[in-house]
């Protein structure tokens, strides 16, 4: 992935001036960037290769599917339903894709959540979303 992420940069970046390390042109830090991650993909590549290898698990489909339909609902809600009746369905489908559910500390997440993401996003970026549709 980093390789691939490396090698992208260097090409979309191939038409960007250079510069020197003293006066860097646009595509200076955009080059120095892909270059650190090709050899970063390299080593982890060589790492990998030398190093005994654990067996592959298998896919775990419980989490991939419901972290998925939690997404799918809060799209499907938040403009529907408001910011907050869309984070307790996500987070209450989202949370049984793990090895326990415990009702309390899903609760306590939805509160926490519930109140950053008000202060975060109603509050503090002051963007124009519902909290819950038609009230706030």
């Keep these: 992935m980093f390789i691939c992420f490396g090698l992208a940069a260097l090409y979309f970046g191939q038409k960007l001036a250079l510069g020197t390390p003293v006066r860097m042109g646009p595509g200076y830090v955009p080059r120095m960037l892909s270059l650190t991650l090709l050899a970063l993909g390299a080593v982890i590549c ?7 290898s ?3 698990e298998r896919l775990k489909w419980k989490p991939l599917t419901l972290v998925t339909i939690g997404i799918v609902c809060f799209a499907l809600l938040f ?53 819950l549709r038609g009230v706030w």
Aim: aromatic share 4%; with cysteine; charged share 15%.
């Design 54 to 56: 654990d067996p592959v």
């Design 46 to 52: 060589i790492v990998a290769l030398v190093s005994g």
């Design 79 to 131: 403009e529907r339903a408001g910011l907050i009746p869309a984070l307790v369905v996500l987070i209450l489908v989202a949370s049984l894709a793990g090895e326990e559910f415990k009702l309390i500390e899903v609760i306590g997440n939805i509160v926490a959540l519930s109140v950053l993401c008000t202060l975060v996003f109603k509050v503090g970026l002051g963007m124009n979303i519902y909290i």
